[in-house]
Protein backbone atom coordinates (compact mmCIF):
# COMPACT_ATOMS: atom_id res chain seq x y z
CA UNK A 1 0.00 0.00 0.00
CA UNK A 2 2.86 2.11 0.87
CA UNK A 3 4.57 1.85 -2.64
CA UNK A 4 1.47 2.21 -4.50
CA UNK A 5 1.07 5.51 -2.61
CA UNK A 6 4.55 6.72 -3.53
CA UNK A 7 3.87 5.74 -7.28
CA UNK A 8 0.76 7.73 -7.18
CA UNK A 9 2.71 10.49 -5.67
CA UNK A 10 5.33 10.64 -8.19
CA UNK A 11 2.77 10.18 -11.27
CA UNK A 12 1.28 13.30 -10.09
CA UNK A 13 5.15 15.09 -9.75
CA UNK A 14 5.54 14.06 -13.06
CA UNK A 15 2.15 15.38 -14.61
CA UNK A 16 2.62 19.10 -12.63
CA UNK A 17 6.30 18.98 -14.52
CA UNK A 18 5.07 18.07 -17.61
CA UNK A 19 3.55 21.23 -17.86
CA UNK A 20 6.54 23.20 -17.96
CA UNK A 21 8.46 21.13 -20.11
CA UNK A 22 8.30 23.05 -23.15
CA UNK A 23 9.02 26.38 -21.64
CA UNK A 24 12.15 25.27 -19.18
CA UNK A 25 15.54 24.00 -19.86
CA UNK A 26 17.21 21.98 -16.90
CA UNK A 27 19.81 24.63 -15.12
CA UNK A 28 18.59 27.72 -17.53
CA UNK A 29 16.81 30.77 -16.75
CA UNK A 30 16.02 32.61 -19.57
CA UNK A 31 16.58 36.93 -19.08
CA UNK A 32 13.84 39.02 -20.47
CA UNK A 33 14.12 42.73 -20.45
CA UNK A 34 11.29 44.99 -20.26
CA UNK A 35 11.28 48.55 -21.48
CA UNK A 36 8.73 50.70 -20.31
CA UNK A 37 7.62 53.94 -20.74
CA UNK A 38 6.85 55.39 -17.60
CA UNK A 39 6.42 53.68 -14.30
CA UNK A 40 5.99 50.50 -12.73
CA UNK A 41 3.16 51.88 -10.65
CA UNK A 42 1.68 53.62 -13.63
CA UNK A 43 1.46 49.98 -16.01
CA UNK A 44 1.23 47.88 -13.46
CA UNK A 45 -2.40 47.08 -15.20
CA UNK A 46 -0.03 46.16 -18.76
CA UNK A 47 2.82 44.18 -16.69
CA UNK A 48 0.61 41.94 -14.98
CA UNK A 49 -1.26 40.00 -17.96
CA UNK A 50 2.21 39.68 -19.35
CA UNK A 51 3.61 38.07 -16.26
CA UNK A 52 0.31 35.96 -16.32
CA UNK A 53 0.48 35.06 -19.64
CA UNK A 54 4.17 34.14 -19.33
CA UNK A 55 2.61 31.82 -16.23
CA UNK A 56 0.07 30.23 -18.02
CA UNK A 57 2.87 29.21 -20.74
CA UNK A 58 4.37 27.38 -17.63
CA UNK A 59 7.14 30.33 -16.61
CA UNK A 60 7.74 30.97 -13.04
CA UNK A 61 9.58 33.90 -11.89
CA UNK A 62 13.06 33.30 -10.31
CA UNK A 63 12.79 29.54 -11.61
CA UNK A 64 13.59 29.34 -15.38
CA UNK A 65 12.74 33.12 -15.91
CA UNK A 66 14.23 36.66 -15.01
CA UNK A 67 12.31 39.69 -16.10
CA UNK A 68 14.66 42.78 -16.31
CA UNK A 69 13.03 45.80 -15.92
CA UNK A 70 13.66 49.19 -17.21
CA UNK A 71 11.68 52.76 -16.70
CA UNK A 72 11.81 55.61 -19.02
CA UNK A 73 9.63 58.02 -16.50
CA UNK A 74 7.98 59.45 -19.57
CA UNK A 75 11.49 60.70 -20.99
CA UNK A 76 12.33 59.00 -24.31
CA UNK A 77 15.57 60.34 -23.95
CA UNK A 78 16.42 57.72 -21.34
CA UNK A 79 15.80 55.00 -24.02
CA UNK A 80 19.29 54.09 -25.88
CA UNK A 81 21.09 53.85 -21.92
CA UNK A 82 18.30 51.61 -20.75
CA UNK A 83 18.72 49.51 -24.01
CA UNK A 84 22.26 49.20 -23.22
CA UNK A 85 21.66 48.27 -19.75
CA UNK A 86 19.53 45.30 -20.78
CA UNK A 87 21.85 44.69 -24.01
CA UNK A 88 24.70 44.09 -21.18
CA UNK A 89 22.59 42.34 -18.98
CA UNK A 90 22.71 39.38 -22.39
CA UNK A 91 18.93 39.29 -22.15
CA UNK A 92 17.14 36.46 -24.78
CA UNK A 93 14.56 39.23 -25.67
CA UNK A 94 13.32 42.60 -25.01
CA UNK A 95 9.78 43.58 -24.71
CA UNK A 96 8.77 47.05 -25.57
CA UNK A 97 5.24 48.92 -25.67
CA UNK A 98 4.44 51.37 -28.40
CA UNK A 99 6.50 53.34 -31.00
CA UNK A 100 9.35 55.30 -29.34
CA UNK A 101 10.94 52.67 -27.27
CA UNK A 102 10.31 50.26 -30.65
CA UNK A 103 12.32 52.63 -32.70
CA UNK A 104 15.06 52.89 -30.05
CA UNK A 105 16.06 49.45 -29.70
CA UNK A 106 15.89 49.23 -33.37
CA UNK A 107 18.48 51.79 -33.81
CA UNK A 108 20.75 49.65 -31.23
CA UNK A 109 20.24 46.41 -31.65
CA UNK A 110 19.67 43.98 -34.93
CA UNK A 111 20.71 41.10 -33.17
CA UNK A 112 18.84 40.51 -29.90
CA UNK A 113 15.00 39.39 -30.39
CA UNK A 114 12.62 42.32 -29.99
CA UNK A 115 8.48 41.77 -29.20
CA UNK A 116 6.59 44.96 -29.81
CA UNK A 117 3.58 45.55 -28.12
CA UNK A 118 1.20 48.33 -29.60
CA UNK A 119 3.02 49.87 -31.96
CA UNK A 120 0.43 52.19 -34.22
CA UNK A 121 2.40 51.23 -37.79
CA UNK A 122 5.17 48.83 -37.83
CA UNK A 123 5.51 49.74 -41.32
CA UNK A 124 4.19 52.97 -41.86
CA UNK A 125 7.25 53.80 -39.18
CA UNK A 126 9.81 51.66 -41.10
CA UNK A 127 10.23 49.17 -38.04
CA UNK A 128 9.63 45.91 -39.98
CA UNK A 129 8.84 45.99 -43.51
CA UNK A 130 5.87 43.77 -43.63
CA UNK A 131 3.30 42.42 -41.06
CA UNK A 132 3.18 38.60 -42.57
CA UNK A 133 7.39 38.84 -42.94
CA UNK A 134 8.92 41.22 -40.79
CA UNK A 135 12.60 39.61 -40.98
CA UNK A 136 15.71 41.29 -38.86
CA UNK A 137 15.10 40.39 -34.42
CA UNK A 138 11.64 42.15 -34.65
CA UNK A 139 7.82 40.62 -34.16
CA UNK A 140 5.13 41.29 -32.06
CA UNK A 141 2.08 43.22 -31.75
CA UNK A 142 0.31 46.12 -33.48
CA UNK A 143 -2.84 48.24 -32.51
CA UNK A 144 -2.97 49.77 -36.35
CA UNK A 145 -6.20 50.64 -37.21
CA UNK A 146 -6.82 53.87 -39.61
CA UNK A 147 -9.99 54.53 -38.42
CA UNK A 148 -9.53 54.67 -34.98
CA UNK A 149 -8.95 58.04 -34.98
CA UNK A 150 -12.16 59.46 -36.96
CA UNK A 151 -14.17 56.64 -35.12
CA UNK A 152 -13.10 58.50 -31.87
CA UNK A 153 -14.40 61.99 -33.17
CA UNK A 154 -17.48 60.25 -34.39
CA UNK A 155 -18.48 58.82 -30.99
CA UNK A 156 -17.75 62.23 -29.36
CA UNK A 157 -19.99 63.99 -32.14
CA UNK A 158 -22.85 60.91 -30.81
CA UNK A 159 -22.09 61.66 -26.96
CA UNK A 160 -21.88 65.43 -27.49
CA UNK A 161 -23.75 66.67 -30.38
CA UNK A 162 -22.79 70.17 -30.54
CA UNK A 163 -19.34 70.18 -30.11
CA UNK A 164 -17.21 72.02 -33.14
CA UNK A 165 -13.92 72.57 -31.69
CA UNK A 166 -11.28 69.62 -30.36
CA UNK A 167 -7.53 70.46 -28.85
CA UNK A 168 -5.80 67.52 -29.21
CA UNK A 169 -2.80 66.31 -27.49
CA UNK A 170 0.11 64.59 -29.28
CA UNK A 171 3.40 63.67 -29.13
CA UNK A 172 5.76 64.81 -32.19
CA UNK A 173 8.69 62.79 -31.11
CA UNK A 174 6.70 59.69 -32.05
CA UNK A 175 6.87 58.84 -35.89
CA UNK A 176 3.33 57.19 -35.77
CA UNK A 177 2.07 60.58 -33.70
CA UNK A 178 2.89 62.49 -36.56
CA UNK A 179 1.03 60.20 -39.00
CA UNK A 180 -2.32 60.13 -36.20
CA UNK A 181 -1.91 63.42 -35.91
CA UNK A 182 -2.64 63.92 -39.98
CA UNK A 183 -5.54 61.57 -39.66
CA UNK A 184 -7.33 63.33 -36.54
CA UNK A 185 -6.98 66.15 -38.54
CA UNK A 186 -8.15 64.83 -41.72
CA UNK A 187 -11.38 63.46 -39.94
CA UNK A 188 -12.18 66.49 -38.20
CA UNK A 189 -12.50 68.25 -41.46
CA UNK A 190 -14.60 65.70 -42.37
CA UNK A 191 -16.73 66.36 -39.54
CA UNK A 192 -16.75 70.18 -40.07
CA UNK A 193 -14.95 70.25 -36.63
CA UNK A 194 -12.03 72.86 -36.14
CA UNK A 195 -9.11 71.55 -34.16
CA UNK A 196 -6.20 72.97 -31.88
CA UNK A 197 -3.50 70.84 -32.73
CA UNK A 198 -1.42 70.53 -29.50
CA UNK A 199 2.02 68.28 -30.16
CA UNK A 200 3.62 68.23 -26.53
CA UNK A 201 7.09 66.20 -26.36
CA UNK A 202 7.60 66.45 -22.58
CA UNK A 203 5.98 66.73 -19.10
CA UNK A 204 6.53 70.36 -19.37
CA UNK A 205 5.28 71.40 -22.86
CA UNK A 206 1.91 70.01 -20.76
CA UNK A 207 1.59 73.13 -19.09
CA UNK A 208 1.82 75.22 -22.37
CA UNK A 209 -0.69 73.50 -24.03
CA UNK A 210 -3.05 73.90 -21.21
CA UNK A 211 -2.46 77.79 -21.49
CA UNK A 212 -3.31 77.57 -25.23
CA UNK A 213 -6.37 75.33 -24.44
CA UNK A 214 -7.54 78.52 -22.00
CA UNK A 215 -6.89 80.87 -24.58
CA UNK A 216 -8.67 78.96 -27.40
CA UNK A 217 -11.35 77.67 -25.43
CA UNK A 218 -12.18 74.66 -27.43
CA UNK A 219 -15.23 72.12 -26.62
CA UNK A 220 -13.23 69.09 -25.88
CA UNK A 221 -9.96 68.07 -25.52
CA UNK A 222 -8.64 64.47 -27.13
CA UNK A 223 -5.40 62.78 -26.29
CA UNK A 224 -3.72 60.34 -28.59
CA UNK A 225 -2.36 57.02 -27.76
CA UNK A 226 1.25 57.77 -26.59
CA UNK A 227 2.62 56.80 -23.39
CA UNK A 228 3.76 60.49 -22.45
CA UNK A 229 0.03 60.64 -22.08
CA UNK A 230 -0.64 58.05 -19.64
CA UNK A 231 2.50 59.16 -17.87
CA UNK A 232 0.83 62.00 -16.87
CA UNK A 233 -2.88 61.12 -17.09
CA UNK A 234 -3.94 62.22 -13.98
CA UNK A 235 -2.37 65.59 -14.68
CA UNK A 236 -4.62 65.87 -17.36
CA UNK A 237 -7.63 64.82 -16.73
CA UNK A 238 -7.23 67.00 -13.40
CA UNK A 239 -7.33 69.62 -15.89
CA UNK A 240 -10.33 68.63 -18.56
CA UNK A 241 -12.40 68.23 -15.42
CA UNK A 242 -11.83 71.37 -14.19
CA UNK A 243 -12.20 73.06 -17.48
CA UNK A 244 -15.54 70.87 -18.57
CA UNK A 245 -13.43 69.12 -21.40
CA UNK A 246 -15.23 65.89 -22.42
CA UNK A 247 -12.91 63.85 -24.81
CA UNK A 248 -13.06 60.24 -26.25
CA UNK A 249 -9.35 59.08 -25.65
CA UNK A 250 -6.78 56.28 -26.95
CA UNK A 251 -6.07 54.58 -23.48
CA UNK A 252 -8.85 53.54 -20.84
CA UNK A 253 -6.46 54.73 -17.87
CA UNK A 254 -7.47 57.96 -19.05
CA UNK A 255 -11.07 56.85 -18.45
CA UNK A 256 -10.11 55.34 -15.00
CA UNK A 257 -8.11 58.65 -13.96
CA UNK A 258 -11.76 60.74 -15.05
CA UNK A 259 -11.91 61.01 -18.61
CA UNK A 260 -15.28 60.80 -20.33
CA UNK A 261 -14.54 57.65 -22.87
CA UNK A 262 -12.01 55.76 -24.61
CA UNK A 263 -12.10 53.76 -27.99
CA UNK A 264 -8.98 51.26 -29.04
CA UNK A 265 -7.51 48.11 -28.85
CA UNK A 266 -7.61 46.07 -25.77
CA UNK A 267 -3.90 46.36 -24.60
CA UNK A 268 -3.75 44.16 -21.66
CA UNK A 269 -5.45 41.37 -24.04
CA UNK A 270 -2.00 42.77 -26.23
CA UNK A 271 0.50 42.60 -23.66
CA UNK A 272 -0.80 38.87 -22.12
CA UNK A 273 -0.65 37.99 -26.01
CA UNK A 274 3.00 39.22 -26.33
CA UNK A 275 3.70 36.16 -23.88
CA UNK A 276 3.27 33.89 -26.52
CA UNK A 277 5.76 35.37 -28.71
CA UNK A 278 8.39 35.68 -25.81
CA UNK A 279 7.91 32.31 -25.41
CA UNK A 280 8.22 30.76 -29.05
CA UNK A 281 11.52 33.02 -29.29
CA UNK A 282 12.91 31.39 -25.92
CA UNK A 283 12.01 27.89 -27.54
CA UNK A 284 14.07 28.67 -30.60
CA UNK A 285 11.68 30.96 -33.37
CA UNK A 286 13.28 33.36 -35.22
CA UNK A 287 11.51 37.01 -34.14
CA UNK A 288 11.50 37.86 -37.92
CA UNK A 289 9.62 34.91 -39.10
CA UNK A 290 6.65 35.09 -36.43
CA UNK A 291 4.60 37.56 -38.35
CA UNK A 292 3.33 40.62 -36.70
CA UNK A 293 -0.71 40.46 -34.58
CA UNK A 294 -3.24 42.67 -35.53
CA UNK A 295 -5.64 43.70 -32.53
CA UNK A 296 -7.78 40.62 -31.87
CA UNK A 297 -10.71 43.13 -29.93
CA UNK A 298 -11.76 46.59 -29.65
CA UNK A 299 -13.02 48.42 -26.34
CA UNK A 300 -15.43 51.23 -25.76
CA UNK A 301 -15.30 52.32 -22.20
CA UNK A 302 -17.52 54.90 -20.78
CA UNK A 303 -17.22 56.93 -17.28
CA UNK A 304 -20.71 57.80 -16.28
CA UNK A 305 -19.41 59.55 -13.09
CA UNK A 306 -17.65 62.34 -15.73
CA UNK A 307 -20.91 62.23 -17.76
CA UNK A 308 -22.93 63.40 -14.88
CA UNK A 309 -19.98 65.75 -13.69
CA UNK A 310 -20.22 67.24 -17.52
CA UNK A 311 -23.95 67.23 -17.37
CA UNK A 312 -24.40 64.58 -20.55
CA UNK A 313 -27.02 62.32 -20.34
CA UNK A 314 -24.62 59.20 -22.36
CA UNK A 315 -27.15 58.27 -25.42
CA UNK A 316 -28.64 54.74 -25.77
CA UNK A 317 -26.71 53.67 -29.24
CA UNK A 318 -23.59 54.25 -27.06
CA UNK A 319 -24.07 52.60 -23.84
CA UNK A 320 -25.35 49.58 -26.04
CA UNK A 321 -22.06 49.57 -27.94
CA UNK A 322 -20.14 49.94 -24.34
CA UNK A 323 -17.65 47.14 -23.46
CA UNK A 324 -17.19 48.76 -19.96
CA UNK A 325 -19.22 51.05 -18.49
CA UNK A 326 -17.51 52.94 -14.94
CA UNK A 327 -19.61 54.59 -12.10
Known amino acids: MRQAGRVLVLCFGLLALSTLAHAET ?4 HRIGFLGNSTAALEANLVRPFREGLRDLGYVEGRNILIE ?10 FPALIRELIALKVDVIVTAGTPATVAVKKIT ?9 VGDPVGTGIVPSLRE ?17 KRLELLRE ?16 PLQVVAERQTQAAAKALKMKMLSLGVRTGEEIEEAFATILREHPDALLVLADRLFL ?3 QRIMAFAAEHRLPG ?31 DRILRGAKAGDLPVERPASFELVVNLKAASALGLAMPQSIMMRASEVLH
Open 26 to 29: PGRI
Open 110 to 118: TSVPLVMIA
Open 231 to 233: HHR
Open 159 to 174: AVPGVSHIAVLWNPSS
Open 134 to 150: PGGNITGLTSISPELDG
Open 248 to 278: VHAYRELVEAGGLMSFGPNYADMHRRAAIFV
Open 69 to 78: YRWAGGNYER
